[in-house]
C-alpha cells in the first residue's frame, strides 16, 4: 500500500466519526422511545419515603388516571420542575406519585419538606431496579398511567406550565 494512502485513513476515521457524532447532536433526548407505552406498569414492592414500613404495590395506580414523577434530590432538573408539580397537584387533583431514584431516605424527606410535597406518596427505590425495569435514563422523568394501570405516556425532562398544557394534560384528558 502507498505510503501517501495510508496518511489519509486517520483523516478519513476522523471525519467519519466526526458525522456520527453531529447526527447524534440533531437528536432530541425527549424523544427517546419507550417498549413499555401500552403495557402494565412493572410489578413492585417498594415502601415509600415517609413510611419505611409501607409495602406498596403496582395495584396503587389502577383506577384513576395517574402521573408517576421520577425524582430525586441530587437531580438540578428535578428542583426545576418541583414548583409546576405541586402547582398541577393543587389545582387538577390528578394524583401523582413520585419515584425517589437512587436517592438517600434523609434527604428525601428534607426536600419534601422543605420544598413541599405534591405527591400522593413517593416510593423509595434506593438500588433503581423499579427505575431499570421503567427503563429511566435518569430523572426527571413522569409517566401517565391509565386506570388500569397502563403505561400511556412517558416525558423525559422538565415540565413546566407549558409543556403541562400543551403535551401532558391532553394526553392525562385523553385517558381519563
Known amino acids: 500500500m502507498n505510503k501517501?494512502?495510508?496518511?489519509?485513513?486517520?483523516?478519513?476515521?476522523?471525519?467519519?466519526?466526526?458525522?456520527?457524532?453531529?447526527?447524534?447532536?440533531?437528536?432530541?433526548?425527549?424523544?427517546?422511545?419507550?417498549?413499555?407505552?401500552?403495557?402494565?406498569?412493572?410489578?413492585?414492592?417498594?415502601?415509600?419515603?415517609?413510611?419505611?414500613?409501607?409495602?406498596?404495590?403496582?395495584q396503587v395506580l389502577q383506577g384513576k388516571v395517574s402521573l408517576v414523577n421520577v425524582w430525586a434530590t441530587w437531580c438540578v432538573s428535578c428542583r426545576q420542575e418541583h414548583p409546576e408539580l405541586v402547582r398541577i397537584a393543587r389545582e387538577t387533583g390528578i394524583p401523582i406519585f413520585g419515584?425517589?431514584?437512587?436517592?438517600?431516605?434523609?434527604?428525601?424527606?428534607?426536600?419534601?419538606?422543605?420544598?413541599?410535597?405534591p405527591y400522593q406518596f413517593s416510593l423509595y427505590d434506593v438500588d433503581g431496579r423499579l427505575g431499570l425495569d421503567l427503563g429511566v435514563?435518569?430523572?426527571?422523568?413522569?409517566?401517565?398511567?391509565?386506570?388500569?394501570?397502563?403505561?400511556r405516556y412517558r416525558f423525559v425532562g422538565v415540565i413546566d406550565r407549558q409543556i403541562w398544557q400543551q403535551e401532558l394534560l391532553p394526553e392525562v384528558k385523553k385517558w381519563q
Open 137 to 151: 435514563y435518569g430523572a426527571p422523568e413522569t409517566y401517565i398511567v391509565d386506570k388500569q394501570g397502563i403505561i
Open 99 to 117: 419515584l425517589n431514584y437512587k436517592d438517600e431516605r434523609g434527604a428525601a424527606l428534607k426536600w419534601l419538606d422543605e420544598y413541599m410535597d
Open 4 to 58: 501517501r494512502l495510508i496518511l489519509f485513513i486517520p483523516l478519513v476515521l476522523f471525519f467519519v466519526l466526526g458525522f456520527f457524532f453531529w447526527q447524534g447532536l440533531k437528536l432530541d433526548p425527549r424523544e427517546m422511545p419507550s417498549a413499555l407505552i401500552g403495557k402494565a406498569f412493572p410489578s413492585f414492592t417498594l415502601n415509600t419515603v415517609k413510611d419505611e414500613s409501607a409495602q406498596i404495590t403496582e
